[in-house]
């Protein structure tokens, strides 16, 4: 039969322990990188959602500025002054 001191048992079971413990943080580490990269990937989408609804909030506003900017001209082309030099409109402006 075998006979094993106890030094010879608790190196074994702390080689053990050791082997259990690492076998277990490269489980979570693996865990944790998939969880990173998931978040990247959601960081990615994120950022180009961003990106496009700013590119259209701003071809929106440059719209109502043209629009804005059509209606001075208009007002300003369509417009005399009385005797008193107050503003004649001829044609009025919309109210959009």
């Keep these: 039969m075998i006979s094993l ?3 010879a048992i608790t190196a074994m079971v702390g080689i053990v322990t050791l ?9 979570w580490l693996g865990k944790l990188s998939n969880r990173v990269d ?3 990937k959601q ?3 994120l950022s180009t959602d961003m990106r496009e609804g700013f590119r259209e909030l701003r071809e929106e506003l440059q719209e109502e ?5 059509q209606q001075l001209l208009q ?3 369509n417009h005399t002054h ?15």
């Design 75 to 77: 007002a300003l082309a």
């Design 19 to 27: 082997l259990l413990l690492a076998a277990g943080g490269a489980y």
């Design 82 to 96: 009385d005797a008193d030099g107050l503003p004649v409109f001829r044609v009025p402006v919309s109210a959009e």
């Design 38 to 40: 998931q978040l990247g």
């Design 43 to 45: 960081v990615d989408q």
């Design 65 to 69: 500025i043209r629009r804005g900017n």
């Design 5 to 7: 001191d106890p030094a």
